[in-house]
């Protein structure tokens, strides 16, 4: 049992509210993502199920238990810290074993368990040696070890990834999803990253200001945005957002972009909307809507390019397009898009959808 | 060929920079410590005279042996020693708990770390004297408030009486340098990395094991820097025994003694003597000290 149940849960620090009635449950053995702006409580959140922070008001239960009260050795939870915080004066080994050395497991037992996940975890080799005479990546893997070796049923990752560089950042990530794989433990990852919480996660959760602004799978997420802040969010790039304006046009609704209009399903919404277009979701001289626009700057990257124009209000787009397109600087283009594949978000920020069918 | 000799050059080139840099310091460094130290080295082999210093012949090794068969000489040694261990030790484990007790978050611990430092800037003959007044066996403070307490009728001659002298001087000079011990052990512990504490935590480490394990074998290298200032400082002790007990053979320090053998009876020779003793005294403890401390270092491999 070591599934995730949060209800109303606060924490305040003085008068600062951080983390306002949260309301969340992790399945067991489910793989979940708290992702969001730097500042937005993601740590906190997790620092708080962790035991690391009081939790100001709320309930926290783990396996159906409250565990407001609980210190965090009695949680049945590992962590790795974005630092590794790796106690610097002891051997790989003995960093892997001193939880197990503390909890009074015999000699024989701890060596057979921290080989194991040394093992696993590939770092046979690095045993004898001690923290400082590891590579980053390195250390990560050994932190994780640390967590492993306990085996636990939850696991509590605090940006693990952050201090890594691009090619280990991808190879560890590889690595974690195996990990949960094989132990299918419940997982709970923090990030600033999309691409890791897309990668990863079962299910995502956004968080804003101490808020959750949308759960679900990273399709969901990625396809069915709630609003503008999750829209901008998940995706890379980022999604393009032009100012529109949606009106009731007999049983539809029509939508004027700039000097473009088209015909949509009713959405029964009347008023100015931000359009949001993802960048691979752009067509260059193709679409339902189709507006003109000039080629600044053209970044090729091999397999696809990033087009980036300026339509004639000045606002700047960015278009995904596939192999190398042959344009030149202040190339007249058109870009168009599908309204099927776009995003209406009225002036609250949040999602439109279509109504009736 | 060619790159290799212009390399040599420049590599000449910056040793010269280097002795060019460094010549100021060794200069100075030669006038006021290797010069007096070198002379003292040369006058301890002399029957040299502080009233005429100018006239002297050479003694070979009589002043050492002079030195070394005065049991008061002894007696300085073994106090010197005595005054030292005890006075460190506890400096030390007072120094350890005060730094950690101001480290923890505990209100108003900034303005304690200000206060805590005052014993310490006051200079040691002022605090000396400070103490005598207090300790005085008609008039002082430390009597009047035991009186009015019950707990003594007469007044207690702190620092004439010989068994409680050199405690008292150890309490004064614990109470002078404590402060010293608490700040370097304090900047230790603000460089200890703050997640190794959360992350023995949530693997179920107690408190204290976080501190057996994790903070005292870190701290370490920080301990043994302070416990070797507090040595060598105390090792060559003087101002305290001098103003609290000038004239006590009980807490007659090597310090004293060489200076009552150059002054008092003018001897130059078995003072220099004396002093080079001294010298080397230091120079050991600090050498088995350091090599200790290193060998101890590679065993925990820190």
């Known amino acids: ?357 | 060929m060619m790159s290799g000799s212009r390399s040599a050059g420049l590599r000449q080139a910056r040793v010269r920079t280097a002795w060019l840099f460094l010549a100021p310091s060794l200069l100075v460094l030669t006038g006021v410590a290797l010069w007096p130290l070198g002379r003292t080295f040369l006058f301890s082999f002399t029957d040299a005279l502080l009233t005429e210093p100018d006239f002297y012949s050479y003694v070979g090794f009589d002043n050492y042996r002079a030195l070394f068969e005065d049991p008061l000489w002894w007696q300085s040694v073994r106090n010197t020693l005595y005054f030292t261990v005890i006075s460190v030790s506890i400096e030390t484990v007072l120094g350890l708990t005060i730094a950690l007790l101001l480290n923890s978050h505990i209100a108003g611990r900034g303005v304690m770390r200000a206060i805590i430092l005052i014993p310490w800037s006051i200079p040691v003959v002022v605090s000396a004297r400070m103490w005598q007044w207090m300790l005085h066996d008609q008039f002082g403070i430390v009597n009047h408030v035991l009186k009015l307490a019950g707990l003594i009728e007469t007044g207690v001659a702190w620092t004439a009486n010989s068994a409680l002298v050199m405690p008292v001087i150890i309490a004064v000079d614990v109470w002078i340098t404590t402060p010293f011990m608490v700040l370097l052990i304090l900047a230790g512990l603000s460089m200890l990395p703050r997640g190794i504490y959360e992350a023995a935590s949530i693997d179920g480490v107690p408190a204290w094991k976080q501190f057996t394990s994790l903070t005292l074998p870190l701290l370490a290298p920080s301990i043994a820097v302070a416990v070797l200032f507090r040595l060598l400082d105390a090792l060559r002790m003087f101002d305290l025994s001098y103003v609290l007990s000038s004239n006590s053979d009980d807490t007659k320090t090597v310090s004293i003694y060489a200076r009552e053998v150059l002054v008092n009876f003018q001897d130059m020779g078995v003072g220099s003597a004396a002093s080079t003793a001294v010298f080397l005294m230091i120079a050991l403890v600090t050498a088995i000290y350091v090599t200790v401390f290193r060998l101890n270092r590679r065993l925990m491999g820190v």
């Open chain 1, 1 to 357: 049992m070591s599934g995730i149940a949060l209800t109303n849960v606060v924490k305040r620090f003085g008068a600062l509210t951080v983390i306002d009635k949260v309301n969340l449950s992790v399945a067991e053995g489910e793989f979940v993502v708290f992702v969001g702006p730097s500042g937005c409580g993601k740590s906190t959140l997790l620092r708080m199920i962790a035991g690391l922070e009081e939790i100001s008001d709320g309930e926290l239960q783990i396996g159906g238990e409250r565990m407001n009260e609980t210190p965090p050795a009695r949680r049945g939870i590992a962590m790795v810290f974005q630092s590794y915080a790796l106690y610097p004066h002891m051997s790989v080994e003995r960093n892997l074993g001193f939880a197990l050395e503390t909890a009074r497991l015999a000699a024989g037992e701890i060596t057979e368990r921290v080989a194991k996940v040394a093992r696993f975890l590939k770092i046979e080799h690095l045993l004898a040696r001690r923290p400082a005479q590891l590579s980053g990546g390195q250390q990560q893997r050994v932190a994780i070890g640390r967590a492993l070796v306990r085996s636990q049923k939850l696991f509590l990752f605090d940006e693990p990834l952050s201090n890594l560089d691009a090619d280990l950042r991808m190879e560890m990530r590889v690595e974690i999803a195996r990990i949960h794989r094989e132990l299918k433990a419940t997982t709970v990852y923090v990030t600033h990253d999309q691409l890791e919480a897309m990668t990863l996660a079962d299910r995502i959760v956004v968080l804003k200001d101490g808020h959750i602004s949308q759960v679900g799978t990273p399709m969901e997420l990625y396809e069915h945005p709630a609003n503008k802040f999750v829209a901008s969010f998940i995706g890379a790039p980022r999604m393009n957002f032009l100012t529109g304006k949606l009106a009731i046009d007999g049983s539809g609704s029509r939508l004027d972009v700039l000097d473009a209009r088209h015909g949509l399903e009713n959405f029964g919404y009347e008023g100015e909307v931000s359009v949001g277009i993802r960048p691979e979701d752009l067509i260059l001289g193709g679409g339902d809507i189709r507006l003109p626009a000039s080629v600044q700057l053209v970044e090729p990257l091999g397999g696809e390019a990033l087009v980036h124009a300026r339509l004639g209000n000045g606002q700047s787009l960015v278009v995904k397009a596939q192999g190398k397109p042959d344009l030149k600087p202040n190339a007249d283009i058109t870009v168009g898009w599908l309204t099927s594949k776009a995003h209406l978000f009225g002036a609250d920020d949040r999602a439109l959808s279509a109504k009736g069918a």
